[in-house]
């Protein structure tokens, strides 16, 4: 089974609700599918968003990389030959990860073609049934309390609640989140950088105090600002997980080194794929550090791609904010991982299992 061309398509699929951060608003889906044909016939599917703000990525930038950079060094190459094409594919340029993740989890959804198997048999196995949390995103407090109210009702038993916009308002959603909820879900915060540290350690000490207990709160501070994440590990109680402060194996030994973070948060699209997830899950495994597995805004294609990684990864990842398809409208997606609200499952089609992409548009 050898690489005989690349193509792309734009995929826009609107959102059920806008996704607010303290970074961004989005109302819809607009990725990047790359296909992978082979001598053979087969086809591997792979996705990549476009993020400018974490990650450098524009549509057009993703698409440069994969049509002038790493296409040329694939054409030709055996899908056996798996360690050797992703190593082309890392090495091809610097940055650039979304684009390479696309390509990666194309060619890794024909390896598993190649030898008949879900790709999360081929990367260890595990049982092919996960549970996801559900993004709340910022907005006025009544209106994520009603989220998050309707969030539990739909049976989601974690909240990743966004804030990071407004220190005093971000606590009292939070402390109105809580109450709202506390016996029925456990509370995600994501602070988007949104926070200085110490305005983390005063909302969070704030948050201790008023008896308001945490799973985690994801990156409180700037991506660079390791000394700033250290300084709030240190002072709460609360667990600190790392996200844009970590995109590849050497940030991941770096922040580890520093004590910097309780958590890693792995997204595929920061990582250039899942050769360096399923690296940095082993490194953090030798470590004793937990790993969440999560998202951008993508739809059912490559978050497939994490699913069969966290499955097969689930003694280090144990935490999984993969909500990116439950936010959408629709599914794009004919075949693949099945998303039913919190719930997720792998069928025993090799690969990724996708038959088909409804509504692509050819680029």
């Known amino acids: 089974m050898k690489i005989t061309d690349i193509r792309f398509g734009m995929l826009r699929v609107p959102l059920k609700t806008p996704f607010k951060t303290a970074l961004r608003t989005v109302d819809k889906v607009e990725d990047i599918v790359v296909m992978v044909h082979t001598d053979d016939g087969h086809v591997g599917y792979g996705e990549a968003p476009a993020t400018a703000v974490i990650t450098g990525d524009t549509h057009g930038s993703i698409v440069d990389a994969i049509r002038h950079y790493i296409a040329p060094r694939l054409i030709g190459q055996d899908i056996a030959d798996l360690n050797r094409i992703t190593k082309l594919i890392q090495g091809t340029m610097e940055k650039n990860t979304s684009a390479k993740a696309a390509v990666e989890i194309a060619v890794y959804d024909l390896w598993g073609q190649l030898y008949g198997a879900p790709l999360y048999k081929l990367l260890g196995g595990g049982d092919p049934v996960i549970t996801t949390d559900i993004t709340i995103s910022v907005d006025y407090i009544d209106k994520m309390v009603a989220d998050s109210i309707a969030a539990v009702d739909r049976g989601f038993e974690s909240l990743k609640i966004k804030v990071g916009k407004d220190i005093g308002v971000d606590i009292e959603r939070v402390r ?40 985690l709160v994801e990156q409180p501070v700037k991506a660079r600002d390791l000394e700033g994440m250290r300084y709030v590990t240190e002072r709460v109680h609360t667990p600190i997980m790392a996200d844009e402060s970590v995109f590849g194996p050497a940030e991941v030994m770096e922040l580890i080194r520093m004590r910097a973070a309780d958590i890693i948060n792995i997204k595929l699209m920061k990582t250039g794929g899942i050769s360096n997830a399923i690296r940095i899950a082993d490194i953090a495994g030798l470590y004793g550090i937990e790993c969440m597995i999560g998202c951008m805004l993508e739809t059912s294609i490559s978050v497939a791609a994490a699913v069969h990684v966290a499955v097969a990864k689930s003694d280090v990842i144990t935490k999984v904010d993969l909500d990116g398809p439950s936010l959408c409208a629709y599914d794009p997606v004919d075949g693949g991982v099945n998303f039913n609200e919190s719930e997720i499952s792998i069928s025993d089609a090799p690969g990724l299992g996708i038959r088909e992409i409804r509504g692509l548009e050819p680029l």
């Open 176 to 215: 109105a989140i809580y109450a709202a909820v506390e016996d029925r879900a456990l509370l995600r915060l994501d602070a988007n950088q949104g926070w200085t540290a110490k305005e983390a350690v005063y909302a969070l000490h704030t948050l201790e105090d008023a008896g308001v207990r945490l799973e």
